[in-house]
Each structure stands twice: as C-alpha cells, then as structure tokens.
C-alpha cells in the first residue's frame, strides 16, 4: 500500500517547549515496543531525527518538478512544510562515500579518511569498497548521540559495517565471493534485523538486492520496521536507485524520473511509520544526497597517458603490473608521495596535454586546490573532466578517449553546480520557508546535533542555526 501524502500542514503544530521535549524524550524500545526511560542530558528541540539521503539526489527534482517530469507528492509536502535549498555543496571527490561520511561526521575527506568509494590498490583495479567503520579516523553523529545517551540506527548507510550503533543495518558488500547478499547483512546487521524484514515482507531472494529497486524496497521496509520497533533517536537511511538509474540513463532520462518518483513513495512510507511509532509530532526529518549527475558520453583513461609515458606497465589484459604513477578514479597517485621531481614530471605531462589536445576536455587540478577542499591528501593532483566526460582507471582500447554506454556520472569538483545535492528539512525544530540558497554537507551533522541538544564544536562544518527554532 502506497503510504499517503504529507499534508503540507503536519508541521503547523504547536509544539511544546524544548524543556518538555527533553522530558518526553524516548531512547529504546523494550521488548513489547513500548518507550524506555528517557536519558538525562540538554534540552533539544526534537526527540527523533530521521535523515533520507537519496544517492544522486539533483535539486532540480524537487525545486522544478514539473520540468523535471516528475510527481513527488511526499518530498513537495516535506518542502512546502518545511525549508529547502537551492543546492548543497559537497565533498570531493562527490563520490557516495566520501560524502555520505562527511554527512555524518561535518569534516571533510582528509580528516574523516574515506577519500573514495574505493580503497587504492592498481594490480587489482582497486575493488574493495570502504564498508568498515573503523577506516573513518573522526567519530561520527551516531558515536557523538550515544555518548550522550541517545539511541541510534541506521539503515543501509555506507562505511558502517562495524558502527557503533544500538540498531544496525549496514550497507556491505553486495556481492560477496563467499556468501549471498542476505547472508553477508545478517553477519553485519543487528541479530535478527534482517530475518524479521524478509518475514514482514513476505519473503526475499538471497540476492534480490542485486536490482536496485528491490534493494531499496529492502532498505526502506528496514527503516519502518526499526522506526516502528525501536524508534531510536536518530536513524540514518540510505536510498541509491536513483544513483543506478542516472549512471546507466543518465539524469533527467525516464529511468532516472522513475526512480525518484518510486523513491518518494519510501519516503512517504518511512514518515508513516513515524506516525505508526506515535513519534511523528516530535521527529525531525532531513532529506538529502551526496553528489549532483553530470551527463556523459565518453571516458578519459588517465592510466593510458601514464603508461605512454613509461610510469605504467600491463599485461595483455590490460591489469597493472608495475607502477609508478596511477590513477584512482580522477585521482593520480605517486608509488613513492616523496618523490616530488617525477609529481612534477607526471603533473607537466598531463597540463601539456590539458592546454594541448585534449583541451577543453579536462583540466587538472593542483595538491593546493585538493587541501584548500580538504581531499584526498595521498593525491599528487586531480583530473577534471568537462561535462560529457568521466575517467576510468582502465587502459581499454589503448585509448585516451573512449566511448562508454553510461549516461551519467559523478566524482568532480564540488563547486561545480551539477556535482550540486538537495536538502530539504521539515518537523520538529525546524522553521518553515527559509530561504537556503546554498548549503555545506559538513554543515549537516552539527545541525543535527544542535537539533539533538548537543554541539560539535571540532568540526569542519556549523549548525545551519537560521533553519533551526
């Protein structure tokens, strides 16, 4: 059953005071799903927060819905409840993990240390994801509210395998060599999380995550049943379909319009369990996203140009043999980081070709510019492709330029405005029609803090204080 809209009203309610709030404020649930003793702490303005990122969420989709072809009855009646940005700008590179763990500590890439999806390894391509928690080198919000006895969940939130919180569904490894996907969740999860999800739902396949749409019909019958049975006092959620659409269609396409739609109905789902939990009057809800799309039609393969250079080697299948130089993803990485006389001579050979044949296609960015954005600090420089473009860590073709049959792409410098995400805030706290032109990713946590009655005073980012009462 598709879970009715918002009436753009629900906010318009008289709230009581933060001081009763706190009062009333709900940590767990014991086993009859009934509200434990609140903890001691600060006054807050809200009891539960609840935050959405939807993978590849573009402003566009809910600032200029009729253009975008799309109906988003549940994400509209959260704006028009609530407040919305223009845009938020976000890590770089605007890759899903990287921002997904500035979302939930407020610090950048190089302090949290999750610097790509992926962790840098060329003789293997570099295919191990960055699930673990304990690769994050900052605490994060969740680690933060428990301290100050809050209860905490997540559901399908990247680099989380291993996380300290009181529920916990991880998003793991999707396909793993060993097991199947629900094997690996149920080693990862909260014990008997994952079993009583495939119950509520009737049954589902050993691997049907494999389709995105059933993965996040998963993720988000997860994020009701933990609202609904544990109504902890911060849940995060993870949604990604609209990432796989807008890669394989690219943004804008009829798949993309789709998923988005298909996504807002888990998002009015995941508010009614609010209701169902007797919660929704005093829960926050933050939707957001890590990155913008740029549309594409071909790949740049750095690693040919490294390897015509003589600073890489393959064999015949085109897997790295011997390096010197190599590029992850629009990152290119030195073998030994002290040797500064060959970062100068890999660095000359790409801006030659930058300002030569290939310009216009891609630029490079220099180590000063990746510090002043707190990226990546093993990279010797960045690649920058125009819009049209992405990079590869392949030698495919033995070509520079190569056609793809990908329409959509992410990774680039966050201050261009299509690598921009959404934001939208409505419930407890939060004021109603604030004009937010643009947000900080790092600025999301510290609000959710400040919601929470607490600070994050060692952080990158700021409360968003003109969104909060």
């Known amino acids: ?100 763990t500035s979302i939930a500590t407020g610090v950048r890439p190089a302090r949290h240390g999750i610097v790509s999806n992926t962790m840098f390894d060329p003789p293997i391509g570099s295919p191990r994801w960055y699930y673990e928690f304990s690769a994050v080198k900052v605490p994060a919000i969740w680690d933060r509210a428990k301290a ?71 993720t988000a019958a997860m994020a009701a049943h933990i609202l609904r049975t544990a109504r902890p006092n911060l849940l995060l959620i993870h949604l990604m379909e609209t990432d796989t659409a807008q890669h394989a269609d690219g943004p804008g396409s009829p798949a993309a319009r789709d998923a988005i739609q298909r996504i807002d109905a888990h998002v009015g789902a995941i508010v009614a369990a609010t209701e169902a939990a007797g919660i929704r009057a005093r829960t926050t809800f933050i939707i957001t996203g890590d990155h913008g799309f740029s549309r594409v039609h071909a790949l740049i393969q750095p690693n040919v140009i490294l390897r015509e250079g003589g600073w890489l080697t393959t064999d015949a299948r085109g897997r790295v043999q011997t390096w ?40 490079v960015v220099s180590r000063a510019e990746l510090d002043a954005l707190g990226a990546y600090p093993d990279a010797a420089f960045f690649i920058e492709p125009a ?9 495919e073709q033995g070509s520079v330029l190569v056609g793809t049959t990908r329409r959509g792409a992410h990774g680039f410098l966050p201050t261009e405005a299509r690598m921009r995400t959404g934001f939208i805030a409505a ?10 032109p643009l947000l900080r990713q790092i600025d ?17 980012g700021v409360p968003v204080v003109g969104l909060l009462k």
């Open 1 to 100: 059953m598709v879970a009715r809209p918002l009436a753009p009203s629900f906010i318009a309610r008289r709230f009581v005071s933060v001081i009763a709030l706190a009062a009333l404020g709900t940590t767990w649930a014991d086993a009859q799903g009934q509200p434990a003793a609140p903890s001691a702490g600060a006054a807050r303005a809200t009891d539960h927060v609840v935050v959405i990122s939807i993978d590849g969420f573009r402003p566009a989709m809910y600032l200029d819905s009729a253009r975008e072809g799309v109906s988003l009855p549940h994400l509209q009646a959260l704006r028009e409840a609530g407040s919305a940005a223009e845009g938020v700008e976000v890590s770089h590179p605007s890759m899903t993990y990287p921002s997904h």
């Open 148 to 218: 100050r006895g809050l209860t905490t969940a997540g559901a399908s939130w990247p680099v989380t395998v291993g996380a300290t919180m009181d529920v916990l569904f991880p998003e793991s490894n999707q396909a793993p060599p060993d097991s199947t996907w629900l094997a690996r969740a149920r080693a990862d999860s909260t014990p008997g999380l994952v079993d009583a999800v495939v119950t509520a739902l009737g049954g589902y396949g050993e691997n049907a995550n494999r389709n995105a749409i059933e993965r996040d019909r998963f």
């Open 324 to 363: 010197q130089a190599a590029a992850h993803a629009t990152a290119i990485r030195l073998k030994d980081p002290s040797d500064t006389a060959l970062a100068s001579r890999v660095e000359a050979r790409f801006r030659e070709l930058a300002d030569g044949r290939y310009r216009g296609i891609f630029r």
């Open 387 to 395: 819009e049209g473009y992405y990079v590869s860590d392949g030698v």
């Open 427 to 436: 419930g407890a706290g939060i004021r109603a029609g604030v004009p937010l």
């Open 444 to 460: 999301i946590a510290p609000t959710v803090a400040r919601l929470l009655g607490f600070e994050m005073p060692d952080v990158d």
